[in-house]
């Protein structure tokens, strides 16, 4: 029987521990044995929050604590904080050492890219959880779909704003189904950064940067959100055969591109019509490939995790991060 080899440890630090966070750290414990696979185990040397002594579901033992000093001692940082200002504050030094970092922060990666781009293209971020949580899209769209020439893109990458809009079909007016989502835990309180669209073109930044300009702004995207959908709006379009849906779209336009999110009216048998309420969907077009079709939970603790952890693995095997168009 051949001996197995010494595990490689490899020291990890997290960078807020809501519910993201919490399952992060549950699959981490849950799946040690994938980890030791590939000869590693994974030690959590900190957990930053803001508060220690507020109750939360995390392993026995877990690290809580409210300085950033343990940063210094580990080899991976996964960042969930949300937010923009603080997580990079955190994480540009550490970039900067040389060191690689995951993250699901869209606002982060849409918003402050001139200062996270060099890291990007060295192959240190780690970003799939940012877009459709653990449906995978962003890897794709990174290596495989390159060899395809891209023509354009068009999705649903808000589950809140989804949900919304069938509830509405239901015969629910807006204000209500909002309530209802904001209870479900769908939408934050405020729910500007959902309702208004701000989410989506977080997303559709982060995705245009890997199929038509790895520079594109965020403030290139043209938003409109769904607070001006009346139910007789959408009672009016299921009366024509059509549904409203939230749409991040991206296409060619003249020798540039055009990012907009805007509430579209779409034929009730569209491909993006026939997904449920919290779920995301995303059809890319590309020349060589064709039509291609992503669908599946965008949002949740457990999902986003999943994606979280297997960037992780992918670091370990040796697979380099995220590389944008250059």
């Known amino acids: 029987m051949t001996t197995p080899l010494p595990l490689k440890t490899v020291t990890v630090g997290l960078l807020g521990c809501g519910t993201v966070g919490q399952d992060v750290l549950t699959l981490l414990q849950r799946r040690r044995d994938i980890f030791a696979d590939i000869g590693v185990r ?185 607070e001006g959908v009346t139910l007789s709006m959408v009672q009016e379009a299921a009366q024509a055969g059509e549904k409203y849906k939230l749409i991040a779209e991206l296409k060619r336009e003249g020798a540039g591109w055009k990012a907009t999110v805007s509430p579209q009216r779409l034929p009730a048998n569209h491909p993006i019509c026939t997904v449920g309420a919290g779920r995301n969907v995303l059809i890319f077009q590309g020349d060589e490939c064709g039509e291609l079709f992503f669908a599946g939970g965008g949002a949740g603790g457990m999902i986003t995790a999943s994606a979280i952890v297997g960037d992780l693995l992918d670091l370990m095997i040796g697979f380099p991060g995220h590389v944008p168009l250059h």
């Not at 030094?93 to 993250?103: A, Q």
């Not at 559709?204 to 038509?212: E, G």
């Open 42 to 226: 994974v030690v959590v040397a900190g957990v930053l929050v803001r508060d220690t002594a507020r109750a939360r579901n995390v392993p026995e033992g877990t690290p809580l604590t409210t300085d950033p000093s343990f940063l210094q001692e580990c080899g991976v940082v996964i960042e969930v904080m949300g937010g923009t200002t603080r997580p990079l504050s955190l994480l540009h030094p550490y970039l900067k050492s040389g060191r690689p970092v995951i993250t699901a922060n869209k606002a982060l990666l849409a918003e402050c890219w001139n200062d996270l781009r060099d890291y990007a293209l060295a192959g240190k971020l780690y970003y799939e959880a940012s877009v459709m949580a653990g449906t995978p899209v962003i890897g794709p769209m990174s290596t495989v779909l390159r060899a395809s020439r891209f023509e354009s893109l068009q999705a649903v990458l808000n589950g809140t704003c989804n949900y919304i809009l069938t509830q509405m079909e239901g015969g629910k007016e807006y204000e209500q189904a909002l309530a209802e989502a904001q209870q479900l835990g769908y939408a934050e309180d405020p729910p500007t950064l959902d309702v208004g669209g701000f989410d989506t073109a977080h997303k559709l930044a982060v995705l245009a940067r890997f199929c038509a300009d790895g520079d594109f702004p965020y403030s290139a995207v043209q938003v409109q959100g769904i």
